[in-house]
C-alpha cells in the first residue's frame, strides 16, 4: 500500500503535552478514544473547578455540558466528528471538531467555525489551503472512505442532486426542511433544461436502512434524472459533475473542493459566504461578518478554518495528535487497500485455522469473506482464498467448478516480533492473486509488479527511506533479539572476507518451489566452500529448527566440518552488518543483505533473484528486466504486501509498519503462551503414538 511523505505541521503529540482534565455525563464520550486522547476525561469530578466540559453537539449532552459550563462559568466543549473521519462508518474516528460557541451545522446561532472562515490568512495559510485543496483531489478523500467508486457510465453532461436522511439533525439546524429536498429537484430541472439530473442517494439508506426525502419509485420513469441509488464513494461524481445541488450535505463542502458551482437549499456552514449560490437568505451575521472583513471570503479562507483551524486530528497508531496533511494521507493508503480488496468480490476460504479467520478478514477488509470446510459447496466462479501453494481441491478442478480467482495468502516481509510457527500475530500478508511470490515456475502479482509496474522518483525516494529506516534499525521479517556477534577472523585476521551461508528449512514450499539442483543447506554449504575456499564461512541454522519448532535436517555437528563458525543465537540483522556476502537458496535473508548493499549469490530463485542485483546460478526467463534496488524495495514492501496495525487492526502503511515492528522489537518478541506450548507438545506426542500404531 503506497503511501505519500508526511507533511509536518504544528500540531504536536498529545502525549507530549499535559491533557487537560474534562468531565462528562455521556458514556459515548467517556469511552470515545479520540477524546480521551485530548482530554483527561471521566463522569464526576464536578467539584474540579479546572475541569472542561464536554458535550456532544445538539445531542443531550451536548445542551447539559453549555448549560452547565455557562451556569458554573466553566470552559465549555461541544464535539462532532471532523470532516474526514474514517475509512468505513465504523472504524474509530481520526478527527473531531470542538466549539465552544455553538456547532457548525447549526445555523441557528453562531459557532467558532463562523468566527474563523473570515479571518485574513498569512501568505503560508494561503499556500498551505491550496496545498490542501491539491491533496484532497489527488487522495480521493470523503468523510467516509468505505465504499467502492461508482462503476457505472456517466452522462457526458450532468447536474449531481445530493439527498440525505431524513432526520439529519443538520437540516433543520441548518434552516432546511424537507420541502427544501423537493424545492432543489425541482430547480435542478427546471435550471438545466437540457442537462441530465443525477440523484446521488445517501449511502445510509443501504448501510443503516434509513429513508431519504425522494420517491424513488416515483423518480425512476422520468427521462431526465438518473438515479444512483447504490453505496458508492463520491469522488467521481464530484469530479464529473458540471454543478452541485445540495441542501445541508458536507458533499457540497467537497464540491467546491473540486471546484464545482454550489447551489444551495439550506444554510450550511460553507453557504452564505459569496461561494455558494444560496436559495435562501442568509444571515445577517454572515453578511456582516463578510463586510467586516472588507472583502470576499475565498475558498482558501474556507478550507483553512474548517479542515485546520476547526478541526483535530488523531493517530490512533502512534495515540498522538496530528495534522490533516498526515490524516488525508494515512486515509489515502487505507482506502487503497480496501479498494484493491473490493475488487476480489465475495471470497471463499478453504482450509483456514480457527487463529487465522479473525486475521484473514482484517486483511480482507473491503470484501466479504465467507469460511468453507467442504469445497463442494463453494460456487463456480467463486474467489477462493487458500494458504500458500496448497492445491486447488480436485472438486473445484473440473472446468464447471473452476473458480474465478484463487487469492493466495502468506506472511509479509515485515511481520512480527516472533515467530510465526509460535503463531504471534502477523503485521503484514501477501495476497497474490496470480501465483505466489516464492514459487519461480509460475508467474506472481509481485514478478508482475517488478517486470511491468513503474517507478517514479518519488517513488524510489520513499523506498530508499524505508530501506534507510529498516537498516538503521535492524529490522527484519522476524525480529528476534539475540547476541550481538562479530566474526571469528575479526581480531586475528579483520580482512578476511566473511561469507554467511542462512540454513532454511528443507521442507519448506520456498526451497520446493525455487530452488534448483541444490535443495539441502549441505549442498548448499558445501558449495558455498567451494566458491569461497578462502572466505570466513559462517553458518546460521534456520530460527525454526534452532526453537525446536521445525525438525533437524542433520545433526549440526555435520555442518561444522564445512564451516568456520556456527551461530545459533545471533540476531540475523545485526549479523548483516559484520559480512561481506550471502549465499542461499531462496532465503528472505537474501534480500535482507540486499538492502543492506551485500552481495547475494542464489542458488535458487528466490523474488529478488534475476532482476541484475544479484549473482544468478539459475536463470527465469521471464526475469528480464533490469531494476534498482530501491525499485525492487518499492514493489516488494510498498506495492505487493498488505499490512494492518496490531494497535488498531485497520490497514497500515510500511513506514508505520516499521515503527510498530521497532517498538515491539524494544520490548521483546513475543512468544507463545505457555498453555499453547503445552497444548503442543500433547499433539505430538499423540501424532507420534498413531504413527507408531499405525506402524
Known amino acids: 500500500m503506497a503511501s505519500r511523505p508526511v507533511v509536518a505541521d504544528s500540531a504536536v503529540s498529545s502525549r507530549a503535552r499535559p491533557r487537560p482534565l474534562a468531565i462528562s455525563s455521556s458514556r459515548a464520550l467517556l469511552a470515545n478514544p479520540i477524546v480521551r486522547a485530548f482530554w483527561q476525561v471521566d463522569g464526576h469530578g464536578s467539584e474540579r473547578n479546572q475541569a472542561e466540559i464536554l458535550g456532544w453537539g445538539r445531542k443531550r449532552s451536548g445542551l447539559r455540558a453549555e448549560q452547565q459550563g455557562v451556569r458554573q462559568q466553566r470552559r465549555w466543549w461541544l464535539l462532532e466528528d471532523g470532516f474526514v473521519r474514517s475509512l468505513g462508518r465504523q472504524d474509530q474516528a481520526l478527527s473531531l471538531v470542538q466549539d465552544n460557541i455553538g456547532i457548525y451545522y447549526d445555523a441557528t446561532r453562531p459557532s467558532r467555525l463562523e468566527q474563523l472562515i473570515p479571518q485574513p490568512l498569512t501568505t503560508a495559510q494561503q499556500q498551505r489551503s491550496f496545498d490542501l485543496i491539491q491533496r484532497w483531489q489527488q487522495a480521493g478523500i470523503s468523510k467516509y472512505n468505505a465504499a467502492p467508486d461508482y462503476s457505472g457510465e456517466l452522462p457526458s453532461s450532468f447536474v449531481l442532486v445530493v439527498d440525505q436522511v431524513a432526520g439529519d439533525a443538520s437540516i433543520p439546524f441548518g434552516l432546511a426542511s424537507a420541502a427544501s429536498f423537493t424545492r432543489m429537484l425541482e430547480a435542478a430541472l427546471a435550471e438545466n433544461p437540457q442537462t441530465t439530473v443525477v440523484v446521488k442517494v445517501h449511502p445510509d439508506a443501504f448501510t443503516r436502512s434509513r429513508a431519504g426525502h425522494f420517491d424513488l419509485a416515483a423518480l425512476q420513469p422520468h427521462h431526465r434524472i438518473r438515479l444512483i441509488a447504490e453505496n458508492c464513494h463520491p469522488e467521481r461524481l464530484l469530479a464529473n459533475a458540471d454543478k452541485v445541488y445540495t441542501v445541508t450535505s458536507q458533499m457540497g463542502f467537497e464540491a467546491l473542493l473540486w471546484g464545482k458551482p454550489v447551489r444551495c437549499f439550506g444554510m450550511p456552514f460553507y453557504a452564505g459566504w459569496g461561494l455558494t449560490e444560496d436559495d435562501m437568505e442568509v444571515p445577517e451575521r454572515r453578511r456582516l461578518a463578510i463586510a467586516l472583513a472588507g472583502a470576499p471570503v475565498t475558498l482558501e479562507q474556507l478550507v483553512h478554518a474548517t479542515l485546520v483551524g476547526y478541526s483535530r486530528y488523531w493517530d490512533p497508531e502512534l495515540d498522538a495528535e496530528t495534522g490533516i496533511e498526515a490524516t488525508l494521507d494515512y486515509l489515502s493508503a487505507q482506502r487503497q487497500q480496501w479498494l484493491r480488496n473490493h475488487q476480489f468480490g465475495p471470497v471463499h476460504a478453504l482450509g483456514f485455522s480457527r487463529w487465522k479467520k479473525p486475521i484473514l478478514r482484517a486483511f480482507l477488509n473491503g470484501t466479504e469473506v465467507t469460511f468453507c470446510k467442504d469445497a463442494s459447496l463453494i460456487p463456480a ?43 504471534i500475530r502477523p503485521l503484514s500478508w501477501v495476497l497474490d492473486d496470480v501465483g505466489m511470490y516464492y514459487d519461480a515456475s509460475v508467474p506472481s502479482r509481485l514478478e508482475q509488479i517488478l517486470a511491468t509496474d513503474e517507478f517514479s522518483a518519488a517513488d524510489c525516494a520513499l523506498a530508499e527511506q524505508l530501506r534507510e529506516t529498516i537498516v538503521a534499525n535492524r529490522i527484519s521479517k522476524y525480529n ?212 507408531r500404531k499405525n506402524a
Not at 393 to 406: D, F, G, K, T, W
Not at 597 to 618: E, H, N, R, S
Open 381 to 423: 466462479q467463486a474467489t477462493v482464498a487458500l494458504w500458500g501453494v496448497r492445491r486447488l481441491p480436485v472438486v473445484l478442478q473440473a472446468p464447471e467448478r473452476q473458480p474465478a480467482r484463487v487469492l493466495r495468502i502468506e506472511d509479509g516481509f515485515l511481520r512480527s516480533s516472533g515467530l510465526g510457527a509460535d503463531l
Open 480 to 691: 528476534l533479539t539475540g547476541q550481538d556477534w562479530k566474526p571469528g577472523c575479526a581480531v586475528a585476521e579483520p580482512s578476511r572476507r566473511v561469507v554467511l551461508v542462512p540454513g532454511q528449512v528443507e521442507s519448506d514450499a520456498s526451497i520446493r518451489m525455487g530452488a534448483g539442483g541444490i535443495k539441502t543447506n549441505l549442498a548448499l554449504l558445501q558449495s558455498a566452500r567451494a566458491a569461497e575456499p578462502d572466505a570466513w564461512l559462517v553458518y546460521k541454522p534456520h530460527p525454526d529448527v534452532v526453537s525446536g519448532l521445525r525438525s533437524k535436517d542433520l545433526p549440526l555437528a555435520d555442518y561444522q566440518t564445512l564451516c568456520d563458525e556456527l551461530v545459533l543465537d545471533g540476531d540475523s540483522s545485526q549479523m548483516l552488518e559484520h559480512i561481506d556476502a550471502v549465499f542461499t537458496m531462496t532465503s528472505l535473508l537474501g534480500f535482507e543483505a540486499l538492502l543492506r548493499g551485500k552481495k547475494v549469490t542464489c542458488y535458487g530463485m528466490p523474488f529478488y533473484a534475476g532482476w541484475g542485483l544479484t549473482q544468478d546460478i539459475l536463470a527465469c526467463p521471464r526475469r528480464v528486466r533490469q531494476r534498482s534496488l530501491n525499485e525492487v524495495v518499492a514493489a516488494t514492501l510498498v506495492r505487493y504486501p498488505c499490512y494492518v496495525s496490531a494497535t488498531t487492526g485497520t490497514f497500515s502503511t510500511p513506514q508505520r509498519i516499521v515503527a510498530e515492528l521497532q517498538r515491539w522489537k524494544a520490548s521483546g518478541p513475543s512468544v507463545m503462551p505457555l498453555w499453547r506450548r503445552a497444548l503442543r507438545v500433547v499433539l505430538r506426542l499423540w501424532v507420534a503414538s498413531g504413527l
